[in-house]
């Protein structure tokens, strides 16, 4: 291939997560306090987040006035997981929910989301401007797509439960070290990627035509 055709554009996502959303009324309308921080635990469409059983629990360990969403997908067994979870607890304090469609919606009201390292899961909190916290990523893209994020200082990761448990306490009780990471993924979003791609692939149809034009 000539390189020159070779174009990074990122990862095309929804137009939602380029538009802006303040946070706190993001907050008021996932009915959360809008002046205490916000916790997002995502795993991806089918709720696949490794050691999710242990979850529960290490959530309980959460400075109080952290506000936790979670967010299980398709998976029914964990929604009714973190649902007894939630009512052993301040309601207040936990919501759960299964699919949503505005996710970005999420991800706006949230100050940290726990991950998967998925690439469209990455890009849309990359667009978003969310720290993640990526936990256990697999062998393979999640291993890269964790060097790229982390190496860039929009994420941490965890591969223990002890691990995940002193970064959470870490990063939620050091807003500015939160700030840096936000900083750091505006840097590298992509939020527009795919109208990059469709003026790509126009540009290069408008040039075919040019050039096949008879004199």
């Known amino acids: 291939f000539d390189p020159a055709r070779i174009h990074a554009t990122g990862i095309p996502i929804r137009h939602q997560f380029a538009e802006p959303l303040d946070r706190r009324a993001a907050r008021q309308q996932l009915g959360l306090d809008p002046d205490r921080p916000v916790l997002l635990l995502m795993g991806g469409a089918y709720g696949v987040l490794p050691r999710l059983g242990k979850m529960p629990r290490l959530l309980r360990g959460l400075p109080p006035e952290v506000q936790v969403l979670v967010v299980c997908g398709r998976d029914p067994r964990s929604y009714r997981r973190f649902q007894r979870e939630a009512l052993a607890c301040d309601l207040g304090r936990m919501r759960v929910f299964g699919f949503v469609e505005p996710v ?11 991950t998967k390292a998925g690439g469209l899961t ?9 720290p993640m916290l990526i936990f256990r990523p697999l062998p393979g893209q999640e291993e ?13 990761v965890a591969h223990r439960t002890t691990d995940l448990r002193r970064a959470l306490s870490d990063l939620l009780t050091h807003p500015e ?5 936000r900083e750091a ?31």
Do not use: C, Y
């Open 104 to 114: 970005h919606l999420f991800m706006a009201a949230s100050d940290l989301v726990v």
């Open 122 to 130: 990455t890009s849309e909190a990359l667009a978003m401007n969310l």
């Open 144 to 156: 890269q797509n964790t060097r790229f994020l982390t190496s860039s200082g929009a994420a941490v």
């Open 177 to 181: 070290q939160l700030e840096v990471m």
């Open 185 to 215: 993924a505006t840097r590298i979003a992509r939020p527009r990627a795919a109208e990059t791609i469709v003026a790509t692939m126009l540009g290069h149809v408008q040039a075919a035509q040019t050039t096949q034009r008879p004199a």
